[in-house]
């Protein structure tokens, strides 16, 4: 099974290259970058061959492509990847707008071909320990979740994730989206009101979009469900942050996090100590996942429509912060 | 400066021992069910008092720590009796009554201490002072959080009864409602979603709180009566634009007991505790006994106390309505 990848441009990209050439009976089939000099970087790192563009890619039959463009820039290779007929994984957030993400799930079903959305926590090891518990009634009913996925500000890792256009907005587009699936996953319920506030205090001086973000979901079922999306975690914290979910429940109370697998490691040269994680490797399941779907015919556990979904939220986020009023979904 | 207590349930108990560690004399207190005012005098001298107002008659400071709904009563009554006041949180069940309180209190030239004990807390103070000292730069996002187990009691449990205590909303979240407005300052809008906190025995009281703050900072409140007995758990962090701080009362315990039999002993209202050489209980009971005797300000005072009331009953009234809050400005605050 060969599988390339279009764009570098997000740094995924990077530990999905990794990431695929570990995994048994798959080819990193090559790259495409409409950076030159980043794509011949990366070919070089990953020993692998540089497409000159991504028409050339999939002129070279990969049996899937995972899309690492900016946010804004999915939808064209999402598109031209189906009528190639080939199997698509889209970086999240989908899209930036509702019509490029629905653009994107139609192109696939009209081209017979899978999308899936990159949506790594649906494969965290304690993340489905806590799907399972929840779907054998474990906690019965769940009333509330207080979750939180607060990171640093992603400027150093490239400048386009603090550009509004690109990124399609700050720490809630960026962060919004991955919570608002698992919940979406775990309540088997859809959002109906969405309350959002964001500010931009931290990092004022390096950016113009938000980096603080609260919001507050409610549920078809009646769970509400509060989300904190803020680039919150200072450049010298030990790691990039974090995801977490307390969920209150008929019989008690649950808190799952993503990343507490670590060990913590000081070292005399370093500025701070940094955690050293040894959890399962949530990217590795979710790109087994999707070889496994290519290969099976079927499709993926996390499809364009639960990438669509998720943006649809975060979009209501902003629409609510200027508001100042919860939105109907 | 002669102090008595009215109200001598759980925190009551815990207020006389304050008192008896600070200079004032300690006359004893009154509680409807004598035996608790007894036992009280039992350990830290004075008598049992059999109704207010013999009370009143023998103090310079009474401590109110009755149940909520009593508080409004009670403190006009001690204030036309030109008495000093140490009044538990919540200040009142309404923010009629809270200002009508305050204003009896001003009129009459009497002191109105609220006891927010969160603000004696030394890690809540520690932060206080990080952040007032320019640690973290300037508050940007906050996140405050409570999570014990419903409040027991053997009979006549004042706690999950909606009209008497305002529910969890009311009764505990108004700690972090208070220490938000303490750290990044006054509040413009309430956003708030709740479960059970309405009394009826429920077994689940659960909230959750989006507040905007004048400044543009924001700040998330969780309270929580849905843990099991004896979970005391306290978290928060403060995010600005410099730093981070965090707390989290799990990761520092400095004591740990794993026991083979399970104790069913646990009290019947969470009391927080860390082993401290100072109960903040007493600081806060210090404080405010210095306060009056030296008619000296004191870190919370009855406007902050009203102004803790205000944000805790618009929560309460987005949780009920669906819709956000907009804060009225408060004369007695001056904001």
Redesign the interface.
Known sequence: MKIGILSFAHLHAEAYAHNLKALPGVELLGIADEDRARGEHFAGVYETRLFPSCEALLEANPDGVIVCSENARHRPLVELSAQAGVPVMCEKPLATTLEDAQAMMEACERAGVILMTAFPMRFSAPLLEVKTLLDQGGLGRVYACNTVNQGQMPKRYRDWFVDKELAGGGSVMDHTVHLADVLRWYLNSEVVEVYGQTNLIIHREAVDVETGGLVMLTFANGTFATIDCSWSRPLNYPTWGGLALDLIGERGVVSVDAFRQNLTAYDNRAEHPVYLPWGSDADGAMLTEFVSAIREERAPRVTGYDGYKALEIALAVYRSAELGEPVRL | MRVGILGLGAIGAVHAAAWAETEAEFVGGFDPVPENAQAIAAKYGGRAYPDIESLLEDVDIVDICTPTHLHHPQVLQAAAAGKHIVCEKPLARTLEQGREMVAACNAAGVRLLVAHVVRFFPEYRRAKDAVDAGMIG????I?L?R?VFQPRKAAGNWFVDFGKSGGMMLDLMIHDFDYARWVAGEVK?V?A?S??TSGMEA??D?G?A?L?HHN?????I?G?W???PPTFRTKF?I??????IVHDSDATAPIQVFRHQQDEDSAEVPVPASPLLESPYTAEIRAFHRAIVEDSPVPVSAADGLAALQIALAAMESAQT???VTLEPLPEVGA
């Open positions: 300037e508050p940007a996002v996140r959080q999570d809008t956003f979603k479960i059970g077994g689940v659960h959750l989006i905007t543009g900072a924001i700040s998330h969780e929580s849905a843990y099991p962090e995010a600005g634009s410099q730093g981070l669906g819709k956000p």
